[in-house]
């Protein structure tokens, strides 16, 4: 039984569809159809039933892809074993946030991949908040304040941001002085994130509201030059902006609490070696280098 006809089992088994599966795999659907039929054939059993909705798991495929995952994870890990210490083999697929990730993130992704030529490295560069599981993620690098999940966050550093507006906006709307000001003005969010403040050694959290969302911090910064509202922004992203004044900062007296840059993983008893040296290379990378303390 091949192992890469397992692992791409095991890819369309999560992915949901063969489409999907290729896309992942970088492969056209008729490898991923061969390869299944190689497999089915193989077993004597049907893995994969198709519908006029698509394709789903037979129930003998649903038990069969929990044996070629971990079939698949004892192959990767024995080679591992045997190969010479600190090499890295198999495929490691990451998310990274599409502000900040190119310029900041995409250079330690290349490095690991230099030091570890039998490792492939699959990167989608997304503001969005994919799912790890169901879209066959081992691992996602995300900014910010962390909600509460069942997946497991490592924090690797600090990024540094701060409330700002342009002068426009202040001067139709004013410049709250408060927390409790901020929730009557228009503010440019992410989603339905909360915003956190310190005042003294207490954190104040507040909910506001405002019309204007977007994924991207160089989408909310674009907005806040345009005058639509307050954005919370890395400092990376505001700094030319604050220099020539198109921006101002606001709320100063209360600063936001340092958010942090965290390697998340679904959970599991123990996170990958892949994981623990990209994980270990974006420290050294934040510890290295401070000016990445307030990128974005």
Same mark, same amino acid.
């Given at each position: 039984?091949?192992?890469?006809? @397992?692992? $791409?089992?095991?890819?369309?088994?999560?992915?949901?569809?063969?489409?999907?599966?290729?896309?992942? @795999?970088?492969?056209?659907?008729?490898?991923?159809?061969?390869?299944?039929?190689r497999l089915e054939t193989e077993l004597g059993i049907q893995l994969l039933a198709r519908t006029t909705r698509g394709a789903a798991l037979t129930e003998a495929g649903s038990t069969f892809r929990d044996h070629a995952a971990r079939a698949c994870a004892e192959i990767d890990l024995a080679?591992?074993?045997?190969?010479?210490?600190?090499? @890295?083999?198999?495929?490691?697929?990451?998310?990274? !946030?599409?502000? #900040?990730? !190119? $310029?900041?993130?995409? !250079?330690?992704?290349?490095?690991?991949?230099?030091?570890?030529?039998?490792?492939?490295?699959? $990167?989608?560069?997304?503001?969005? #908040?994919?799912?790890?599981?169901?879209?066959g993620f081992d691992c996602a690098i995300r900014i910010g304040y962390l909600p509460n999940s069942n997946f497991i966050a490592r924090r690797v550093g600090p990024?540094?941001?701060k409330l700002v507006a342009s002068p426009d906006y202040i001067q139709a709307h004013g410049s709250p002085e408060t927390p409790d000001e901020l929730l009557g003005h228009q503010a440019l969010m992410q989603g339905t994130e909360a915003w956190q403040f310190m005042d003294g050694d207490r954190i104040v959290t507040v909910r506001p509201?405002?019309?204007?969302?977007?994924?991207?911090? $160089?989408? @909310?910064?674009?907005?806040? +030059?345009?005058? +639509?509202?307050?954005?919370?922004? !890395?400092?990376?992203?505001?700094?030319?902006? +604050?220099?020539?004044?198109?921006?101002?900062p606001v709320m100063t007296r209360y600063p936001p609490p340092p958010a942090g840059v965290y390697v998340i993983r679904p959970p599991g008893h123990l996170p990958a070696r892949k994981i623990r040296v990209l994980t270990d290379l974006l420290i050294e990378c934040f510890n290295r280098a401070p000016s990445l303390k307030s990128a974005g």
């Amino acid at each position: 039984m091949d192992i890469e006809d @397992l692992r $791409t089992f095991v890819e369309l088994a999560d992915a949901g569809g063969i489409s999907i599966a290729a896309r992942r @795999l970088g492969v056209s659907k008729s490898v991923v159809s061969r390869s299944l039929a190689r497999l089915e054939t193989e077993l004597g059993i049907q893995l994969l039933a198709r519908t006029t909705r698509g394709a789903a798991l037979t129930e003998a495929g649903s038990t069969f892809r929990d044996h070629a995952a971990r079939a698949c994870a004892e192959i990767d890990l024995a080679r591992e074993t045997i190969l010479p210490a600190g090499h @890295l083999c198999g495929r490691l697929r990451v998310a990274v !946030p599409l502000t #900040f990730g !190119p $310029t900041h993130l995409a !250079p330690v992704l290349a490095d690991m991949a230099r030091q570890h030529p039998q490792l492939h490295i699959d $990167t989608s560069y997304t503001d969005r #908040f994919v799912d790890l599981i169901a879209e066959g993620f081992d691992c996602a690098i995300r900014i910010g304040y962390l909600p509460n999940s069942n997946f497991i966050a490592r924090r690797v550093g600090p990024i540094h941001g701060k409330l700002v507006a342009s002068p426009d906006y202040i001067q139709a709307h004013g410049s709250p002085e408060t927390p409790d000001e901020l929730l009557g003005h228009q503010a440019l969010m992410q989603g339905t994130e909360a915003w956190q403040f310190m005042d003294g050694d207490r954190i104040v959290t507040v909910r506001p509201q405002g019309r204007f969302k977007a994924d991207n911090g $160089t989408a @909310l910064a674009a907005a806040a +030059l345009a005058g +639509l509202g307050i954005a919370w922004i !890395p400092d990376g992203i505001t700094r030319e902006h +604050l220099a020539s004044g198109a921006l101002v900062p606001v709320m100063t007296r209360y600063p936001p609490p340092p958010a942090g840059v965290y390697v998340i993983r679904p959970p599991g008893h123990l996170p990958a070696r892949k994981i623990r040296v990209l994980t270990d290379l974006l420290i050294e990378c934040f510890n290295r280098a401070p000016s990445l303390k307030s990128a974005g």
